[in-house]
């Protein structure tokens, strides 16, 4: 099946700083790239549909200067959390689709990353 | 809009049991239904889906039919065993291509 990468992860950082999380599809080319966010115990909450070579689509609620995406490649899209906090620490999935498979309509999600900020 | 309303956790049962979950949604259209399973520290994995009414999904012992008169996708499995200790998400997806999830099942399952 369709394999997605998240590298790292996990991250420690200091408050003030920013983080870049990536998310590859290694075995298939995904036009869109979604990112998540999970707290504790909770759901996913969906932050971005990221879109290869346009601008990300960011769901009601989360600041996209704070969560920078660039969906660069047809196999690569990075999450860059910017002047991070305490607050940001969560647990950040993506997923992917592939557009080619019999099964388009199916998320291949990473393995996540888990953010915390000191 | 879109919902996915899951059976509250968590959920106990002793190995070789038999599983539940219930799962109902919302949606316009004709959404497919999603079962995913995440084990703790990981990140999601599908364990089944259906596309259309009728249709059930099956893997791992795990099966779910597509009921579109209830509106439900439940998931069943006749005997659990340790292993199948993790969260279950029901989900669905429209043609919009995104998903929305239910809030998660805790399945611990005891030897």
């Known amino acids: 099946g369709a394999v997605v990468s998240q590298h790292p992860s996990r991250v420690i950082c200091k408050s003030g700083t920013s983080v870049k999380i990536e998310c590859r599809s290694l075995?298939?080319?995904?036009?869109?790239m979604f990112w998540y966010r999970q707290f504790p115990k909770q759901s996913l909450m969906l932050m971005a549909t990221s879109n290869e070579g346009s601008k990300a689509t960011y769901e009601q609620g989360v600041e996209k200067d704070k969560f920078l995406i660039n969906h660069a490649s047809l196999t690569l899209s990075t999450l860059t959390v910017t002047s991070a906090h305490p607050e940001d620490s969560s647990f950040y999935i993506c997923?992917?689709?592939?557009?080619?498979?019999?099964?388009?309509?199916?998320?291949?999600f990473g393995p996540g990353t888990r953010l915390t900020v000191l | 809009g879109n919902s996915v309303t899951q059976m509250e956790g968590p959920v106990t049962l002793s190995e070789e049991a038999f599983l539940t979950i219930n799962c109902t949604y919302t949606?316009?259209?004709?959404?497919?239904l999603f079962w995913y399973v995440q084990y703790p520290g990981e990140g999601l994995q599908l364990l089944l889906k259906a596309t259309k009414a009728d249709d059930k999904g099956s893997n791992k012992g795990f099966e779910a039919t597509y009921r579109k008169e209830t509106t439900s996708f439940h998931l069943e499995k006749g005997s659990v065993q340790v292993s199948d200790s993790a969260v279950y998400f029901c989900a669905l997806n429209t043609n919009a291509g995104k998903s929305t999830f239910g809030d998660g099942t805790t399945l611990t399952v005891k030897p």
């Open positions: 075995d298939f080319q995904a036009t869109t």
């Open positions: 997923s992917a689709r592939d557009p080619d498979s019999y099964f388009a309509d199916t998320q291949y």
């Open positions: 949606a316009t259209g004709y959404p497919s």
